[in-house]
T-cell receptor, first 109, second 113 residues
Framework: SQQGEEDPQALSIQEGENATMNCSYKTSINNLQWYRQNSGRGLVHLILIRSNEREKHSGRLRVTLDTSKKSSSLLITASRAADTASYFCATDATNKLIFGTGTLLAVQP | KAGVTQTPRYLIKTRGQQVTLSCSPISGHRSVSWYQQTPGQGLQFLFEYFSETQRNKGNFPGRFSGRQFSNSRSEMNVSTLELGDSALYLC????????????FGDGTRLSIL
């Protein structure tokens, strides 16, 4: 079964807008990772946040983690058409990566 | 540095056949994991190998098996193929621990007729 559930399932925005996607998970974790997948390709690692961290930044990406609510969010600022992809959270609670259901982001030029 | 390479990229098989997929990890990476991705079930963990030993296994039937060679290259085999095995099979490598980023190949698209 999926460890993570992402919300929304799909998101459509205009170029330049911010995109926020959320991930909820079920059990305690060591860390949480976010990945991007372009259509027909493999996943690309974006950012990793450890369970003792609350927020992390990488370029236009900002990730937050709330372990008390078992949730994380990924914010992409100033989105570009090239950000169009599926985004997945993944947790490693049991020494294996369990992926969420993914958010399909479409950025309209 | 070359990325993770999976071969073949596309494969068409019929029910009852068996198939072997190959994965060459990034040089120096000792952990190789396999995932199945389908529209209905999403990304599901198959198994992980580290230094030629299976370290973790997901909830898949015994028809799914794998192995890792001394050079860290890995293969997965699916026997007695079923229609439901149609999927994108992804391989990922890392230095060794799950608190490290996984580097994915572009996958093998397996279609069962």
């Amino acid at each position: 079964s999926q460890q993570g559930e992402e919300d929304p399932q799909a998101l459509s925005i205009q170029e330049g807008e911010n995109a926020t996607m959320n991930c909820s998970y079920k059990t305690s974790i060591n860390n949480l990772q976010w990945y991007r997948q372009n259509s027909g390709r493999g996943l690309v690692h974006l950012i990793l946040i450890r369970s003792n961290e609350r927020e992390k930044h990488s370029g236009r990406l900002r990730v937050t983690l709330d372990t008390s609510k078992k949730s994380s969010s990924l914010l992409i600022t100033a989105s570009r058409a090239a950000d169009t992809a599926s985004y997945f959270c993944a947790t490693d609670a049991t020494n294996k990566l369990i992926f969420g259901t993914g958010t399909l982001l479409a950025v309209q030029p | 540095k070359a990325g993770v390479t999976q071969t073949p990229r596309y494969l068409i098989k019929t029910r009852g056949q068996q198939v072997t997929l190959s994965c060459s990890p990034i040089s120096g990476h000792r952990s190789v994991s396999w995932y199945q991705q389908t529209p209905g079930q999403g990304l599901q963990f198959l198994f992980e190998y580290f230094s030629e030993t299976q370290r973790n296994k997901g909830n898949f039937p015994g028809r799914f098996s794998g192995r890792q060679f001394s050079n860290s290259r890995s293969e997965m085999n699916v026997s007695t193929l079923e229609l439901g095995d149609s999927a994108l099979y992804l391989c990922a490598s890392s230095l060794g621990a799950f608190n490290q980023p996984q580097h994915f190949g572009d996958g093998t698209r397996l279609s069962i007729l």
